[in-house]
């Protein structure tokens, strides 16, 4: 029941897993966190998240701010290429799977659904990186 209840996503209607995945600039996968449920917790993996700027009521936002929005939209568009294609070459990532893929068992340190992801991103790090490289 812990499990259902930490997975449960009101946005998507079904219980889900979430994965914090980093990668480097060649774009391949370089960090792939344990799954966790519900709200992202960045924090306990030693991250920051980095959101662009809105105008908040202003007519237009500084040089500054402009630049910062334009890098952010930059890193946000490699990630996204590249989970995106984690997602679409192993679409065992997007199936529904038993619950008992979600449960840690008492002689395995890590959940089936944790290793099930961490070859996925390792498979695609074998194949032509989706990402243009500058």
């Known amino acids: 029941m812990t ?3 930490q997975t449960w996503s009101n946005y998507k209607h079904h219980n889900i897993a979430k994965y914090l995945i ?13 799954g966790w449920g519900g709200r992202d917790l ?4 030693g ?12 007519s237009q936002l500084s040089a ?5 929005t334009r890098n952010i939209a930059n890193v946000r568009i490699r990630v996204e290429r590249v989970i995106g294609s984690v997602r679409q070459t192993y679409s ?3 199936a529904t799977c038993p619950i008992d893929h979600l449960i840690t068992k008492a002689d395995d340190e890590c959940l089936l659904l944790d290793k099930v992801a961490f070859v996925c991103c390792a498979l695609t790090n074998m194949c032509p990186s989706v990402v243009l490289v500058d």
């Open 3 to 5: 499990a259902r209840a």
């Open 22 to 34: 980093g990668i480097i600039p060649q774009g391949t996968v370089g960090f792939i966190s344990n």
């Open 42 to 45: 960045v924090a306990i993996a």
């Open 47 to 58: 991250a920051e998240v980095h959101y662009p700027a809105f105008s908040g009521g202003k």
């Open 64 to 68: 500054t701010e402009v630049e910062a």
């Open 92 to 94: 065992i990532l997007g």
